[in-house]
């Protein structure tokens, strides 16, 4: 564990006055257009999860750390430690470890909506979603589909029309590929329940492929926007991300993929023709969440 020496909180509490008289606010009640919103301009960049790792463990000497904290509802002050990881086929990217200097009441605890650990550590997961095109679309879960039918408890028909769709089955009329077959080449009624299976659990589902669940769950998603002169991130709850991507319809796009709210759901393809192509995937427009207001 990281403490800090007395002669490092001085040179934090230095960068932070200094921060707050170049314009960067780090006050209790943070500028509701920037660091309440978890959004701001990239000083330094970062290339990737190890970078924004790396941060967080450097937090005392980091602004863009300390921001990222702030944005997550603690004071500076409070915090004793930092202590960033990467997980292993995790949701969440990058899993930080915040103990405070101070005991937490059983309402504070209730009011985050989490659970602290003894001695007054927190458990933040975050989801980092690294973009450099304003239309580019990101992978955020992807398995086999045998996977989601039992962890979804998929009727057996929208089991059976999905296998189709990925081509687990193969066609048995003419289709525009040979190998599978698209959701508006189904008969209707393996159409309909699919649309129904996926609009009835829509929000469990959003939930599940935004934020997962277990210890390594992700309670934040950060996005950085980076084809900008000054990269820009934004840092939102998972709450917030899982309100944002399941609003729409559930429907079929004229691709004859499916569209989730605004999660999109198709077969993962290409990998050489190989059996891996015929996964399930589902992709996001990160942007949304940086153009949210």
């Keep these: 564990m990281f403490r800090s020496p007395n002669i490092y909180k001085l040179i934090g509490a230095w960068l932070l006055l200094s921060a707050a008289l170049g314009g960067y606010s780090f006050a209790q009640k943070p500028q509701a257009d920037k660091i309440e919103l978890g959004s701001q301009t990239a000083k330094a960049g970062f290339k ?69 650990l003894a001695g007054g550590e927190a458990v933040e997961g975050i989801s980092i979603k690294l973009v450099s095109s304003a239309n580019g679309f990101n992978q955020i879960d992807k398995r086999w589909l045998a996977n989601y039918a039992k962890k979804w408890n998929m009727p057996s028909e929208v089991e059976a029309a999905l296998r189709l769709y990925l081509g687990e089955v193969p066609p048995d009329k003419p289709t525009r590929d040979k190998r ?31 934020e997962g669940d277990g210890a390594d769950a992700a309670s934040w998603i950060m996005v950085a926007f980076k084809a900008m002169d000054k990269p820009r991130w934004v840092l939102r709850s998972s709450a917030d991300a899982v ?51």
């Design 48 to 116: 990737n999860e190890d970078d924004i790792r790396d941060k967080f463990n450097n937090w005392l000497l980091d602004a863009e750390a300390q921001a990222w904290l702030a944005a997550m509802g603690y004071k500076l002050s409070d915090i004793e430690s930092v202590r960033a990881t990467k997980p292993h086929g995790e949701k969440a990217d990058v899993v930080v470890r915040i103990r405070l200097n101070r005991a937490v009441s059983t309402a504070e605890t209730q009011r985050r909506g989490q659970q602290y």
């Design 180 to 210: 599978r077959m698209f959701l508006n080449e189904l008969e209707p009624a393996q159409q309909k329940a699919v649309i129904d299976f996926f609009t009835l659990n829509k929000e469990l589902i959003v939930s599940d492929l935004i």
């Design 243 to 293: 309100r944002l991507f399941a609003e729409g319809k559930v429907e079929m796009t004229r691709a004859g993929n499916l569209k989730i709210g605004r999660i999109t759901m198709q077969r993962k393809g290409g990998d050489g023709g190989r059996e891996t192509g015929k996964m399930l995937q589902f992709k996001i427009n990160p942007m949304h969440l940086v153009e949210a207001k």
